[in-house]
């Protein structure tokens, strides 16, 4: 299964993410298969989960089921009960081989509200430029230090303006009711916030905004977003002045001629294909 | 240090757009984000009277509560209400929302709590006092009743700890007593009046004041005599009465809530699909305010609770199913009930549990049914009391033999870990009661090995500091000082590992005494208790039930400032005991209680003599039923837990597989697996 992670659900983690995953998926009546011993719990299997803040167009799972069902009544099934912001987009059935040996590499996009694109792409030569560019993050067990120059395969600014703030527009979230959305329009929201209130120093003026497209190698532990943000301020000073929004657009095999391979196309091939993804309003799939 | 209010009227604007950018630098940013299944926005302009439920302690915490959770649901299927949630906020964000000027919000819509017109907040200990001025300070809101304008919400305030309201007094603006279900419509039908007729702030508190159950502390005077006691609590207006009785939700098959459990995305203290199998306890355990103040015992029927099960777990997706209630094997019903779920939910990877059981209410029956989906990790008792000689004291009427048999035989079947749940500081406690603890946890370690033929069986001690409770027999008793709760746990420990051999398989979990008094001042304090409240907010305090927040002397210190010069002090309000003729500061608040019969009940204590349960003997007068024209609801119910052909066939599925759910649309046309299943 690909889904997504969209709106306020990309401040979930990956635990919140494959509980509320279970949970729907009982939700729907899918009978999910059951590991065996003392304390039985649901056969997923997760590859790669988006860190915490980061949106997602390319989450992936692979299910364990005690029957065989149909892909697409799967999809419609378990998506209609997801909570807000968690998306199905694809389901197959599995043929031979695992899924994660099918993913190596991530594509994502960055927004970096308030940041000039030229200033950007000054950076983003400088980072290219040097050979190896080490930057420090907290994990589990301590700091580790991680060389984001040596896992990144693609580094570009995008000039498109009107993408500067991915997350809202690409949201296309399934919970209707919901009044109190943010707009989607930047130049409104900004607009409409009240003048007296003392938050224009956290959002600056939207019409400055720069977008990276990043193609990153899954490395352990894995350059997240966040950490070639911090490379960039490590080679060049760079300093976003919010905090910036990362989307994953993509995940699969990076291939011979730098190409993504869609990871789920095998499966498709060996089972025919016989699932139309599910598709949503407003929704930006990558090619 | 304070946010400003937003403007009233017409909708409010969400402060989502502003939230948003802080959020990526605190801690846990998915508990402040809403949208959890089985959530509810309602248009602003659709509902006249807007409610902001409010539990003032971390979302992790606040969420999974019941009562916060049934009240959402009743107010929401209101068509003239709007309910939503806002819990508190973790310093992290508090201090961003302050640099920013984000006030307090509700998780759903995201909108300013200030804008609404009640905020009612619940309170299941007073330790959230605090945080209940932070709440008020982040939305804007006058942190005094009195400075409040028609401008301002109505702050209400529920829960246990609302049966002594008067250290918050000065804060809130009017308190409920009891069960909630029925009066919040009341309490909305007035609000609504009182907006359509324009009506000012005093006005809508007199009005509101007529209804049953609801307490407005304004509207009364408190006078002391000169030794710092109570002269008496006197309403000002005949709008108010003189004392206020609490309300009592009767036959809960009419409840059935919550129906639609919240899921949230954040992780909980409780994920797991509550049922409330009885509300209420007549065992009469003296420190217990919960069984006192719910009475009397109101038993959901089977086929209630089964409903409410099957229900749940459909909209929920919950792997676990809690059966909860003040003693959950006391139902009428209960081994019915465990055995009809165990049967009906068998390979789907549904868990049963249930929270409280008593150690003579126990059996190993029962607990094979609670077990049968797999899990058997410990099992838990509280015998609450070391001596047999201090069990009669509290009324928790379990002998020492009788646990021992109980452990040794859940030990035989399987079970490798018990815990104990003691309370140190009880009245009339020596050091020698408290010993008896590490006695019999050797005791119980020493069956154990013998029951399961092996040496690691292991028990767990968890102790915590007693404090006396308004409305029970305690009420009048002098709280053990922290010093004294301090050095016998010591000794506790000492004796526990005296023997080496023994010791080892016994965990000791402790708290200090400290955090107590502090509970037990807030507990039994009076309106003078208030100024304390707000001294240590405003020194910085906050997250008060939390070890790594509290300040002890934070407290000590705002108490040893404030309560002097009122002519009282700290120990005046918690080593002191109490007597029989002086006015307590929640006299005129009525849980039903009879105060003759409480007194009787506590110098039966200090004598060392048992009540029984009204359930099961006759009537001893404690003065609820006849009070409050309420009676005893318990089983048989006479019904099937599953009512002809409306249900799901019982017949277990083919294989095990992790949903109770069956959904038609997988049935119609599915081809047979192939070999080894299928992944999708």
Not at chain 1, 42 to 70: C, K, N, Q
Not at chain 1, 200 to 213: E, N
Not at chain 2, 490 to 516: C, F, M, T
Request: glycine share 10%.
């Amino acid at each position: 299964m690909r889904f997504a992670k969209r709106g306020r659900a990309r401040f979930s983690s990956h635990r919140d993410v494959a509980r509320a995953m279970e949970w729907a998926l009982r939700r729907a009546g899918v009978p999910v298969s059951l590991s065996h011993g003392f304390s039985p719990h649901p056969r997923l299997s997760w590859i790669g989960a988006a860190p915490t803040g980061a949106a997602s167009e390319a989450e992936f799972v692979e299910i364990g089921l005690t029957e065989d069902l149909d892909p697409a009544a799967v999809a419609r099934e378990v998506d209609a009960v997801l909570p807000e912001g968690l998306s199905v987009l694809d389901v197959v059935r599995a043929g031979p081989g695992a899924l994660a040996d099918r993913i190596d590499t991530s594509v994502w996009r960055i927004a970096l509200p308030g940041v000039d694109p030229e200033r950007l792409g000054k950076a983003v030569a400088a980072l290219e430029a040097a050979p190896v560019v080490e930057v420090e993050r907290m994990t589990k067990n301590g700091p580790r230090t991680l060389d984001v120059r040596a896992a990144l395969v693609r580094l570009d600014v995008m000039d498109a303006l009107d993408d500067c703030h991915p997350d809202d527009a690409g949201s296309g979230d399934d919970a209707s009711g919901d009044g109190a959305r943010p707009s989607g329009d930047p130049v409104e929201a900004a607009a409409s916030a009240t003048p007296e209130v003392s938050d224009l120093r956290a959002r600056p003026r939207r019409s400055v905004c720069g977008t990276l497209s990043l193609v990153v190698r899954h490395t352990t532990p894995a350059v997240r977003p966040d950490d070639v943000v911090s490379a960039l301020r490590t080679v060049a000073g760079l300093e976003p002045p919010v905090p910036v929004t990362a989307t994953r657009t993509a995940q699969g095999r990076l291939g011979a001629s730098g190409e993504l391979l869609d990871p789920l196309e095998v499966d498709r091939a060996t089972t025919g294909r016989e699932t139309d993804p599910v598709r949503h309003a407003g929704e930006d799939r990558p090619a | 240090m304070s946010v400003e209010a937003p403007i009233r009227g017409g909708a409010p604007e969400s402060v989502w757009d502003r939230l948003e950018p802080l959020l990526p630098r605190v801690r846990k940013p998915v508990q402040y984000v809403g949208g959890e299944r089985n959530a509810t926005v309602t248009p602003w302009e659709d509902a006249q009277v807007h409610w902001a439920l409010c539990y003032p302690d971390a979302y992790e915490v606040g969420l999974p509560n019941q009562g916060l959770m049934i009240l959402y649901e009743v107010l929401n299927e209101r068509p003239d209400a709007l309910a939503e949630r806002t819990y508190a906020v973790w310093p992290d964000l508090a201090a961003l929302m302050r640099e920013h000027g984000v006030p307090q919000f509700t998780v759903d819509a995201h909108r300013p709590v200030a804008a609404f017109d009640v905020l009612g907040v619940s309170f299941a200990t007073e330790l959230g006092y605090t945080n209940l001025l932070e709440i008020l300070d982040l939305a804007g809101i006058p942190l005094h009743a009195a400075d409040r304008t028609a401008e301002h919400p109505l702050v209400l305030a529920g829960g246990h700890a609302a049966f002594n309201p008067e250290p918050i007094a000065d804060f809130v603006d009017l308190v409920v007593l009891g069960d909630g279900e029925e009066v919040v419509g009341e309490i909305t039908d007035v609000v609504a009046a009182a907006k359509a007729e324009g009506l000012g702030r005093r006005e809508t508190l007199e009005r509101l004041a007529g209804v049953p159950g609801v307490y407005v502390p304004s509207l009364y005077e408190v006078t002391y005599v000169d030794d710092g006691a109570i002269t008496e609590v006197r309403p000002t207006t005949p709008a108010a009465p003189a004392r206020v009785h609490k309300r009592t939700t009767s036959d809960l098959d009419d409840w059935p809530y919550p129906k639609q459990p919240l899921v949230p995305m954040a992780e909980t203290v409780h994920e797991r699909m509550s049922v409330e199998i009885f509300r209420g306890c007549t065992r009469g355990c003296r420190f217990c305010q919960a069984g006192m103040i719910t009475r009397p015992v109101r038993e959901r029927s089977k086929r209630g609770v089964s409903e409410m099960v099957e229900q749940g777990l459909a909209a929920s997706g919950y792997s676990e199913v809690g059966l909860l209630s003040l003693s959950s094997a006391d139902h009428s019903e209960i081994g019915e009930i465990a055995k009809g779920l165990a049967d009906r939910y068998e390979g789907t990877g549904t868990g049963l549990s249930l929270p409280s059981t008593r150690v003579d209410a126990f059996n190993v029956d029962l607990a094979e049914e609670l077990t049968r989906s797999g899990r058997r990790s410990g099992l838990t008792f509280a015998p609450e009391g070391g001596s047999e000689r201090l069990r009669r004291v509290i009324n928790k009427m379990v002998s020492e033999e009788e646990l021992i048999r109980t452990v040794s035989t859940a030990y035989e079947h399987g079970w490798r870990q018990v815990k104990l749940y003691f309370m140190c500081g009880l009245p009339t406690e020596t050091d020698e009661d408290v010993l008896q603890i590490a006695t019999m946890a050797h005791e119980v370690v020493r069956a154990g090995r013998k029951a399961a033929g092996r040496g690691d069986v292991r028990a767990t001690v968890s102790i915590g500091a007693f404090v006396p409770k308004p409305h029970t027999p305690f009420q009048w008793a002098a709280q053990a000082a922290p010093d004294v709760v301090d050095g016998r746990l010591r000794k506790l420990r000492e004796a526990i590992n005296s023997d080496r051999s023994l010791g080892r398989n016994v965990g000791l979990r402790y708290h200090d005494g400290q955090p107590s008094l502090i509970e037990g001042l807030l507990s039994r304090g009076d309106r003078r208790v208030g100024r304390v409240v707000e001294a240590v907010w405003r020194d910085g305090g906050h997250f008060d039930g939390w070890s790594e927040y509290f300040s002890f002397e934070r407290w000590e210190a705002a108490a040893a400032r404030e309560l002097p010069p009122l002519g009282v002090d700290l120990a005046w309000f918690t080593t002191r005991e109490r007597d029989g003729d002086e006015v307590l500061p929640w006299d005129h608040l009525d849980s039903g209680l009879d105060r003759g019969w409480l007194w009787d009940d506590w110098q039966d204590a200090l004598d060392s003599r048992e009540q029984d349960d009204c359930r099961w003997t006759p009537c001893f007068d404690c003065g609820v039923c006849p009070q409050m024209g309420t009676e005893i609801q318990i089983g048989p119910s006479g019904e099937d837990m599953v009512a002809a052909g409306r249900m799901l066939p019982l017949t277990p599925v083919e294989s095990r597989t992790s949903t109770p759910v069956r959904n038609p649309a997988f049935s119609a046309g599915t081809s047979s697996a192939p070999t080894g299943g299928s992944r999708t």
